[in-house]
């Protein structure tokens, strides 16, 4: 543990200060330390930005200033050693408040926004008043925000985009689910930290700046129809700004009306839906936004996994348990029936993406349930299932409609393999019936 030069008291590592003293202190690794702390006021202010704090100042007998992180929409924003707990936070700072009431509905907020607990939301720590302004601790996310890495690359690859849109919706989810809106979602409040986690920050803070509207200045580029108008934002508001934001991470732009199409018109679909002036019908969660890109990386060539719904008809328990877990784990929803009767009902009455169809079952068999459904104009792709190895009843089986055929007893892998296989000619249309009759 480094030794601070002035009182010989041991700094836990990554402190640039002294608990004791307040000293800064040479530290090794990536934290600032006396770089950022000038002996003397530079001699040119206008060159070094260091905000109302310079690094070095001690507030609340407890942060300890690092460096200006940043100047937002209501204030700066600071990197800040607790020297209490011995943690580096973020410590952001906001305008005067209008009205004792307004800062209890701050406080409200604050509350509530620290339930939320998940991977993908930058955690909110407390709040406190320092020289007459109110500021708030968070968690420090060591990266970028979307915005500037927009800036710095343009649009993320395709990939990348899929997994900060995946990890964005996850982190907005958790947070409606605890009753908490942003209000203010936009890529400035998206951070990227060194892993490539995705956090979102500044739930609910809007909120506070809605009581001053009039200290603010900037425009509410990201808000929904409905906020722009005054009236309350719910999370179908946020779902609104979710899909710029995720247009942008798409396409590097803000969606125009005269910008050639440039998006894979499955994902357009979902931001577009996102972005229906009707906040009823955009979709209803964030979850939804999510399910529907990933359903459209599985589509994909590449096979990437999707949470698609999976029906496994298979009425011998064993097996049943087997393939749901292994299917589970691929990341797949997986509902069973266990014979013909309920395997019609079930693939009737709920959407799945593939059905998994045994032959030999109680009350209906496979061949039956199969005809029924495509009689009855479902085409969700089948693959059938069956111990038997007659060429004919393979052959069977695909004239009636399914689109591929099984052999037990098979490998995981293999079942993987032609599960992908299905659902990458489920999106070429016209491809119906010429599955391959393999093994
Ligand atoms: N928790 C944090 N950890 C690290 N950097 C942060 C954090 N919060 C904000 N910042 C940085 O400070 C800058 C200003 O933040 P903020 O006041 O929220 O502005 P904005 O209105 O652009 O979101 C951001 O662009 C971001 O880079
Ligand atoms: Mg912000």
Redesign the pocket.
């Known amino acids: 543990m480094p030794v601070c030069r002035s009182c010989s008291t041991a700094v836990p590592e990554g402190n640039a200060f002294c608990g004791r003293c307040g000293s800064p202190v040479d530290a090794s690794g990536d934290t600032p330390t006396k770089s950022v702390v000038p002996q003397h006021p530079p001699a040119s202010p206008g060159l070094v930005d260091e905000g109302r704090f310079p690094p070095g100042t001690l507030l609340a007998q407890r942060y300890r200033i690092v460096n200006l992180?940043?100047?937002?929409?209501?204030?700066?924003?600071y990197?800040a050693n607790d020297l209490l707990l011995g943690q580096t936070v973020?410590l952001?700072f906001l305008p005067p408040a209008a009205s004792e009431e307004a800062l209890n509905a701050f406080r409200n907020e604050v509350r509530t926004a620290r339930q939320v607990s998940h991977p993908n939301v930058?955690r909110v720590y407390d709040i406190g008043e320092a020289e007459g302004l109110t500021y708030l601790t968070?968690?420090?996310?060591?990266?970028?925000?979307l915005?500037?890495l927009l800036r710095r690359i343009g649009k993320l690859p395709h990939d990348k985009a899929l997994e900060v849109a995946r990890k964005t919706c996850a982190g907005l989810a958790a947070a409606h689910d605890k009753g908490v809106i942003h209000r203010?979602l936009?890529p400035?409040?998206i951070?990227l930290d060194g892993e490539g986690q995705v956090r979102i920050?500044?739930f609910g803070l809007a909120g506070f700046a809605g009581q001053l509207r009039d200290v603010l200045s900037g425009t509410p580029a990201y808000m929904a129809p409905e906020q722009k108008a005054g009236k309350e934002a719910t999370a179908r508001s946020d779902i609104y700004a979710l899909g710029l934001v995720l247009h942008e991470v798409f396409t590097g732009k803000r969606p125009s009306k005269d910008s050639k199409p440039e998006l894979d018109p499955l994902v357009e679909r979902v931001i577009h839906q996102c972005l229906d002036p009707d906040p009823q019908r955009r979709p209803a969660t964030a979850l939804d936004v999510s399910a529907a890109m990933a359903a459209t990386a599985a589509g994909r060539p590449r096979g990437d996994r999707a949470p698609s719904k999976i029906l496994i008809v298979e009425d011998e328990p064993g097996i049943a348990f087997s393939l749901e877990n292994d299917l589970r784990m691929e990341g797949y929803e997986v509902a069973v029936a266990g014979d013909g009767v309920e395997a019609v009902r079930r693939a009737r009455a709920e959407a799945f993406d593939l059905i998994l169809l045994d032959v030999m079952l109680p009350n209906k068999d496979g061949f039956e349930v199969c005809r029924e459904l495509r009689r009855g104009g479902l085409d969700t792709p089948i693959i059938m299932l069956t111990a038997r190895t007659q060429e004919a009843e393979k052959i069977l089986g695909l004239n009636l409609g399914a689109d591929d055929y099984l052999t037990k007893p098979f490998s995981p892998r293999e079942l993987r393999a032609r599960i992908r296989a299905v659902f990458r000619r489920a999106v070429s249309p016209g491809e119906r019936g010429r599955g391959q009759t393999s093994i």
Request: net charge negative; proline share 0%.
């Open positions: 992180l940043g100047r937002g929409g209501m204030g700066e924003v990197r973020a952001k930058c968070m968690e420090y996310v060591d990266g970028e925000d915005r500037s203010d936009k400035s409040n951070m920050a500044d």
